[in-house]
């Protein structure tokens, strides 16, 4: 199953993300990658690679950011770890974790996930 890390400036936003994901996909392979080392505001290179290592597979690993340096913190870990299949998914991250939690344990591809998760931000809820 593809892995997904949930990349947030706040520890708690992420580790909810992947609570309300775990409703739908119980099984889906996910980390939650959120805040600093010591519990304060911002992103973690090692946190997020912690987070790759974990739910890391053959099959690959998409992060969802929620802003800004999240963002490049995510490419870093990329460029990082060369040779793994990873990607960054530009969505919601509320909704996009969902979508590709349950495409995950649907056994989507990597490919396929992010392809639904392209659609994602398009959506009206109203």
Do not use: W
Request: one cysteine or more.
């Amino acid at each position: 199953m593809v892995g997904l890390v949930i990349v947030s400036h706040s520890a708690k936003l992420a580790e909810g993300v992947v609570d309300l994901a775990r409703m739908m996909a119980k099984t889906a392979p996910m980390a939650a990658a959120g805040g600093l080392e010591d519990g304060s505001f911002g992103t973690s290179f090692e946190k997020i690679s912690n987070a790759v290592d974990e739910v890391y597979s053959d099959d690959g690993v998409i992060m969802l950011m929620d802003m800004g340096s999240a963002v490049m913190t995510a490419e870093m870990v990329i460029e990082s770890m060369d040779g793994r299949k990873l990607a960054m998914a530009d969505c919601p991250v509320a909704e996009g974790a969902v979508t590709a939690a349950v495409g995950s344990e649907a056994g989507a591809s990597l490919e396929e996930i992010l392809a639904d998760l392209e659609q994602v931000g398009t959506l009206k809820k109203l």
